[in-house]
Nanobody
Framework: QVQLVESGGGLVQAGGPLRLSCVAS????????MGWYRQAPGKQRELVAI???????SYADTVKGRFTISRDNAKNTVYLQMNNLKPEDTAVYYC?????????WGQGTQVTVSS
């Protein structure tokens, strides 16, 4: 099992920055992908950014150029630096880890961007 704990959410004005963190614990060896998804009210959960064990990264088109995902393997932590936030970025952000074909999710952290 892998446990994930997110932190760093909150209320920010449009144009401002915010950084999310996700710490993995438990069976963290062989985690092949970690990333962030988000879910806004009334919408489906969607991919924000993924970083693979080899270092390749993918972003949703809506966040390219504004968000940066990074990973500290020594700390079993993945970060999401969010800049130039927009009201449409308001959502609950969930951390994901994938290991041996299984998906593990954090409890989510709320990000609210005011206009």
């Amino acid at each position: 099992q892998v446990q994930l704990v997110e932190s760093g959410g909150g209320l920010v004005q449009a144009g401002g920055p915010l950084r999310l963190s996700c710490v993995a614990s438990g069976r963290t060896s062989s985690i092949v992908r970690m990333g962030w998804y988000r879910q806004a009210p009334g919408k489906q959960r969607e991919l924000v950014a993924i970083i693979r064990s080899g270092g390749t990264i993918s972003y949703a088109d809506t966040v390219k150029g504004r968000f940066t995902i990074s990973r500290d393997n020594a700390k079993n932590t993945v970060y999401l630096q969010m800049n130039n936030l927009k009201p449409e970025d308001t959502a609950v952000y969930y951390c994901l880890a994938q290991r041996f074909g299984a998906d593990y999710w954090g409890q989510g952290t709320q990000v609210t961007v005011s206009s």
